[in-house]
């Protein structure tokens, strides 16, 4: 009896085997990696793009996204620049398919309160709204905290000077959905 036959089912069971045991690591492996993805390194995967975000408060946002940090991101919609909470937002309208890690230790280490300091530097006019969507103030982001940050209070069309500083306003981070650059009026 010629046993060439039954050696190479043998083989090709053996083969078969093989591959299904690669193909379940490769998905077990695959799976390991999107655990560690963040809803950031996806976004950062957009960059560029134009995104729909739902917000906290149901409001969507029709944004192009230029800068992705750890917990917000920013860009521009018709009205303006923007910078918002990552914790804000409820859903984005897009297949984000492609996931890019931040993979500089700076650049992982810019917070949020690191965005706002830039804002406070280059005394920009902002608008914050809140997490139910409300406006919090408009002004100028004075002083940035580890969690909040001051807000001199003054009308949007005016330059902060003293005189036009109307109070001061210590908001927490946590209470921020969005903060957009002071020209535009809502969001």
């Not at 992705?68 to 984000?96: Q, T």
């Not at 809140?130 to 949007?156: K, N």
């Amino acid at each position: 009896m010629r046993w060439d036959g039954l050696f190479a089912d043998l083989e090709a069971q053996l083969a078969q085997g093989q591959w299904q045991d690669t193909e379940a690591e490769a998905a077990e492996m695959t799976r390991g990696e999107r655990a560690g993805v963040t809803l950031a390194d996806r976004i950062r995967g957009a960059l560029g793009a134009a995104l729909s975000v739902q917000l906290g408060d149901g409001e969507r946002l029709r944004m192009t996204v230029s800068t992705v940090g750890e917990a917000w991101l920013g860009g521009h919609d018709d009205g303006g620049s923007l910078l918002v909470n990552l914790d804000a937002i409820l859903a984005v309208d897009a297949a984000l398919a492609t996931a890019t890690p931040e993979h500089s230790p700076g650049r992982r280490r810019l917070g949020i309160a690191s965005a706002y300091r830039t804002l406070s530097r280059a005394r920009a006019g902002v608008v914050v709204f809140g997490r139910e969507g409300r406006s919090l103030g408009e002004g100028t982001i004075d002083r940035v905290g580890r969690d909040h940050f001051d807000l001199a209070v003054h009308p949007r069309d005016e330059h902060r000077r003293g005189r036009n500083v109307r109070g001061l306003r210590v908001i927490p981070f946590s209470a921020v959905q969005v903060v957009r650059s002071a020209h535009a009026s809502s969001v």
